[in-house]
């Protein structure tokens, strides 16, 4: 079976000059452990873990150096550093490592680009905000942050916002058989219920422009200062406030990670075996499929139908992974 191709696959061609100049390499036995809170230009903002519970409240500036140049690096990542790690602004510290990922939160730029780039590392759940009015809900996007939830080893979750707008009950019925975790916000009301499902975890918040993502964030956070955007009235669409990922500290334990707003999520990456893996109940039947199966309502002989029928699996769910695929 040919691998599945990531990031660090992407040949580039070295400079002049860059063979190192003696086979010997440090072992860094010094190197401190951190956690990767922001990325911007080349600079990633680590907190020191020092195997403590909770990262220190210093953030270190830091570069990637020697071996891990072409290595990718993301907001979430653990990684091992070198150098000055006190913090002040100006010093800089390396990246000389970095652990193995717990998950990944991967996008393509489209469908067609092979080649994932992953967006966090290592978060526990994936937070899909949308707005149920103003801009009105996108089942499509919905569905594709789901995928890569399920691809990615992350549990997802569903967040309302704008709920004194609309009524949610058939967005609701259409992810039931899903057995997905809702919550609802307003601005009138607490987010106690969010606070709640977000405590001593690694949450991202994902969702399309304008859907309120970011007044979430500093109601969470109150001293994040996140902007804020507005939705244009003429096409319904928000505007993007946040230009990178960045992980924050919730008041109660756990982390938030803001990303920027988006309006399409490449899946062009994500395999149907990945994404069979989030249904155990209809993975065993799609073992009998013929080779090749799309296990999409037209696929001639498809198994997951005779499962259907027999009674051996639900149809909502099997509706459910279908539209999931079809996503895809």
């Known amino acids: 079976m040919a691998r599945e191709l990531d990031e660090d696959d992407v040949r580039i061609r070295p400079g002049r000059g860059s063979r190192p100049r003696t086979r010997t390499r440090p072992d860094h036995a010094d190197a401190r452990e951190a956690m990767v809170v922001g990325v911007d230009r080349g600079r990633y903002s680590c907190r020191m873990l020092d195997g403590a ?76 905000v949308t707005a149920l009015a103003d801009p009105p809900p996108r089942t499509g996007l919905i569905d594709r942050c789901l995928v890569a939830a399920y691809d990615g080893g992350l549990t997802p979750l569903l967040c309302l916002t704008k709920a004194d707008l609309a009524d949610p009950a058939d967005l609701l019925a259409a992810y039931a058989p899903l057995g997905l975790p809702v919550v609802s916000t307003r601005p009138d009301a607490g987010i106690d219920e969010l606070v709640a499902v977000l405590a ?109 029928t027999s009674g051996q699996a639900s149809p909502a769910r099997l509706e459910s992974l279908r539209r999931l695929l079809a996503a895809r």
């Not at 830091?62 to 907001?75: D, H, K, L, P, Q």
């Not at 505007?239 to 334990?253: F, V």
Request: glycine share 12%; net charge positive.
């Open 53 to 128: 519970a909770r990262p220190g409240p210093v953030a270190v500036s830091a570069v990637r150096g020697g071996s891990m140049r072409r290595t990718s690096v993301v907001v979430g990542d653990r990684v091992m550093v070198v150098g000055d790690i006190s913090g002040r602004s100006d010093t800089l510290a390396r990246i000389v490592e970095r652990s193995p990922r717990t998950s990944v939160l991967r996008r393509t730029p489209d469908d067609s680009d092979p080649v994932e780039r992953p967006v966090v590392a290592n978060a526990d759940q994936l937070v899909v």
């Open 200 to 308: 001593d975890r690694s949450s991202v918040l994902f969702g399309h422009s304008g859907v309120g993502k970011s007044t979430l964030v500093n109601r969470l956070v109150p001293d994040a200062g996140r902007a804020i955007g507005i939705v244009n009235e003429v096409t319904g669409r928000g505007r993007h406030t946040s230009s990178a990922a960045i992980a924050l500290d919730l008041p109660g334990g756990g982390w938030v990670i803001d990303t920027p707003g988006i309006r399409s999520f490449g899946l062009g990456a994500v395999s149907l075996e990945r994404v069979l893996r989030a249904f155990p109940d209809l993975a065993p039947a799609a073992a009998d499929c013929p080779p090749g199966c799309t296990h999409l309502a037209d696929a001639p002989g498809c198994a997951l139908d005779r499962a259907v």
